[in-house]
C-alpha cells in the first residue's frame, strides 16, 4: 500500500503561482506514472497532467505552458509548478499513482486550489 499526501494548495488571486507537492509514503516511487488530476464542484475528474517513470509529462491543453510537472524519485515526490493562474483553476487537486503493469492505482486525499478574480 502506498500513501501519498498532498500539500502546497491554497487561494491565490488570478495571475499568481503555487506549488504543489505530492510525497509517496514508501520507496519504488520510481516505477510509478505520477499525475495530478482535478475536480470542481459538479464537474468529473479530469487529467491536469502526468510524468512517466522516465521522466516524459504529459498535459492538458487547458494548462498546456502554465503548469510543469516534476518528479524527484530520491524524494519520493512529484511537484506541480502553476503560474497564471485563471477562476477556472479552482478546483480539489489529487495525486495519483499508477502502475499498469502491477495493476497498482493510488490516490491522495486532495488539496484545494482557489483562484480570486
Known amino acids: 500500500q502506498v500513501q501519498l499526501v498532498e500539500s502546497g494548495g491554497g487561494l491565490v488571486q488570478a495571475g499568481g503561482s503555487l506549488r504543489l507537492s505530492c510525497t509517496a509514503s514508501?520507496?519504488?516511487?520510481?516505477?510509478?506514472?505520477m499525475g495530478w488530476y482535478r475536480q470542481a464542484p459538479g464537474k468529473q475528474r479530469e487529467l491536469v497532467a502526468d510524468?512517466?517513470?522516465?521522466?516524459?509529462?504529459n498535459y492538458a491543453d487547458s494548462v498546456r505552458g502554465r503548469f510543469t510537472i516534476s518528479r524527484d524519485n530520491a524524494k519520493n515526490t512529484m511537484y506541480l509548478q502553476m503560474n497564471s493562474l485563471k477562476p477556472e483553476d479552482t478546483a480539489v487537486y489529487y495525486c495519483n499513482a499508477a502502475n499498469d503493469y502491477y495493476r497498482l492505482n493510488y490516490w491522495g486525499q486532495g488539496t484545494q486550489v482557489t483562484v480570486s478574480s
Open positions: 510524468i512517466s517513470s522516465g521522466g516524459r509529462s
Open positions: 514508501r520507496s519504488f516511487f520510481s516505477i510509478y506514472t
